[in-house]
């Protein structure tokens, strides 16, 4: 059986469980170690065969399809090893340690963000500081938004090198001492993501667990695991469709001697749904294929452009199951409330519409200057 079909085989206990989600402080273990099972969290490796990009954001929406916290909390550890499969760029001194580790079933995150600073995609410096001494490196700071904080072994931590204007990516396990968890998340969308903070106190790790050093590179690397961004949005958006199409096709209210499905102005929302979904995959997945097959073209505007196509598709599709549902969609015991809450999370994940609407113009007025 691939991957896929055993995925495929995880989404109605994933979608069992995540009703669960909406208690504060929760998170999916269960969802997780059933992906570990499988060996999905280790699969885009390439000491484990890789995979293509369209490849991995069919998992990543297969996944979220079952539930978005899910598919959201763990694309950022996969697409994390998507990116190493592709460029090769962790410090060599702790590369074979790290894959080592995830080859055992360990996690990683990234933590970037930080609280009252600015987002680093706009050009913020990192608060968090990383001072040399001797054999190590003394961290200090907080960051937010660490998504699967309860479950992570690692986080790759962004920080400022000491009063220089350098900044680094720094390993740092969740278990070494002054590494904490603030309990911060409590947003109604995704709330099973556990996006806690992460905070940083003295925290002193080995002079070589320097994972790379932030410059230019890193501007001019093509980053397409982050597509498992409008993946996770549009995965949930088809889970909306699923249920109102069984709706639609099942409720016969008193008035009618039929289901509400066959109803003109349902099909109307129905044919409506099903052609925004189609474009939104199409644009998704065509997108992909292209970063598959041809590896030095930039195509960093199209990425924009399809994380937000995508992502505004999906909270538009969802909005539609619900007016196909009608007013039962907001009930608490209807997974229609969910989906609606969790597919608007998109909206605030990287690049936000107005970068990618500034991505687009630049590179047109660039072509034209041309």
């Known amino acids: 059986m691939n991957m896929k079909e055993e995925i495929k085989l995880l989404i109605p206990a994933f979608q069992a469980r995540e009703p669960a989600l909406d208690k504060l402080n929760s998170f999916p273990f269960d969802n997780i170690n059933d992906l570990k099972e499988i060996g999905y969290t280790k699969a885009m490796l390439p000491q484990n065969g890789g995979m293509a990009l369209a490849e991995f954001i069919e998992h990543q929406e297969l996944i979220a399809k079952g539930c978005g916290a899910t598919g959201l909390s763990i694309g950022w550890h996969t697409g994390i090893l998507m990116e190493y499969a592709e460029y090769r760029h962790w410090n060599p001194d702790i590369a074979d340690f790290l894959v080592k580790e995830i080859q055992s079933g360990k996690l990683v995150n990234a933590a970037a963000s930080e609280r009252n600073a600015g987002s ?4 913020a410096r990192f608060k968090t500081n990383a001072v040399r001494d001797g054999q190590e490196y003394i961290i200090n700071g907080e960051k937010t938004f660490t998504s699967a904080a309860p479950m992570l072994d690692y986080v790759f931590v962004s920080a400022s090198v000491g009063e220089t204007k350098e900044a680094a990516v720094f390993l740092v396990p969740m278990d070494a001492e002054g590494v904490s968890v603030r309990k ?31 410059d230019k590179s890193q501007k001019l690397r093509r980053k397409g695991s982050l597509l498992h961004i409008p993946a996770c949005y549009i995965g949930i958006a088809g889970a909306a469709r699923d249920y109102a199409l069984s709706f639609a096709s099942s409720y016969t209210p008193a008035a009618l001697d039929h289901p509400i499905g066959e109803l003109p102005v349902m099909e109307q929302s129905i044919g409506e749904m099903e052609m925004k979904l189609m474009a939104a995959r199409q644009f998704l997945y065509r997108t992909a294929e292209l ?55 998109g909206l605030h994940n990287p690049p936000m ?16 200057r041309s």
Request: aromatic share 6%; no cysteine; net charge neutral.
């Open 120 to 123: 680093p995609l706009r050009g």
């Open 184 to 214: 911060t998340w409590d947003s109604v969308a995704m709330r099973g993501t556990a996006s806690h903070d992460l905070i940083l106190k003295n925290v002193r790790i080995p002079a070589d667990y320097v994972v790379e050093k932030l």
């Open 291 to 345: 970063y598959d097959r041809e590896p030095d073209q930039p195509i960093g505007p199209q990425m924009a452009a399809a994380k937000s196509f995508v992502t505004n598709t999906a909270i538009h599709v969802t909005d539609l199951a619900m007016r196909i549902v009608g007013a039962r969609s907001l009930s608490e015991k209807n997974p229609l409330h969910r989906y609606w809450q969790n597919v608007r999370a």
């Open 353 to 368: 519409d107005d970068i990618a609407y500034r991505t687009l113009a630049q590179s047109a007025l660039d072509q034209i």
